[in-house]
C-alpha cells in the first residue's frame, strides 16, 4: 500500500554537495520516525541520519556537520542535503520511513529502493 521513491544521487567531487529526496505514495496514515542509510560495496548497510515525527534529529558521528537530514510532512518526503562529500560517502543510499497503512493496525519499516552517490575525482 505503500511505496517509496528516492532520487538525487549522482557523480560528485570530493567537496561537492548533493541533495536526495524521498517521497512515500499509497495509502499512508501516519509516518513516526524518517531515517536514511547507505550501504557501500562489500560493507554493511549503515544507518545515517534520522529525524523524528516531531522534527529532532540525530546524525552518526562521520557525517555530523556535513550532511542536515528534514522533512516535508505534508508531502510525506524526507531530504538530506549533503555538503563536503568525501570519497568515503560513496555508497547506495536508501531512505526508511516507519508508518502505518491506511487501516492498518501496525507501524512498519517502508524502504526505498536506493539511489547511488559516487564521490570521487
Known amino acids: 500500500q505503500v511505496q517509496l521513491v528516492e532520487s538525487g544521487g549522482g557523480l560528485v567531487q570530493p567537496g561537492g554537495s548533493l541533495i536526495l529526496s524521498c517521497a512515500a505514495s499509497?495509502?499512508?496514515?501516519?509516518?513516526?520516525?524518517m531515517d536514511w542509510y547507505r550501504q557501500a560495496p562489500g560493507k554493511q548497510r549503515e544507518w545515517v541520519a534520522s529525524?523524528?515525527?516531531?522534527?529532532?534529529?540525530n546524525y552518526r558521528d562521520s557525517v555530523k556537520g556535513r550532511f542536515t537530514i528534514s522533512r516535508d510532512n505534508a508531502r510525506n518526503t524526507m531530504y538530506l542535503q549533503m555538503n563536503s562529500l568525501k570519497p568515503e560517502d560513496t555508497a547506495v543510499y536508501y531512505c526508511r520511513f516507519i508508518a502505518r497503512a491506511t487501516m492498518g493496525a501496525l507501524y512498519v519499516p517502508y524502504w526505498g529502493q536506493g539511489t547511488q552517490v559516487t564521490v570521487s575525482s
Open positions: 499509497g495509502s499512508i496514515e501516519s509516518i513516526n520516525t
Open positions: 529525524v523524528t515525527s516531531s522534527g529532532f534529529t
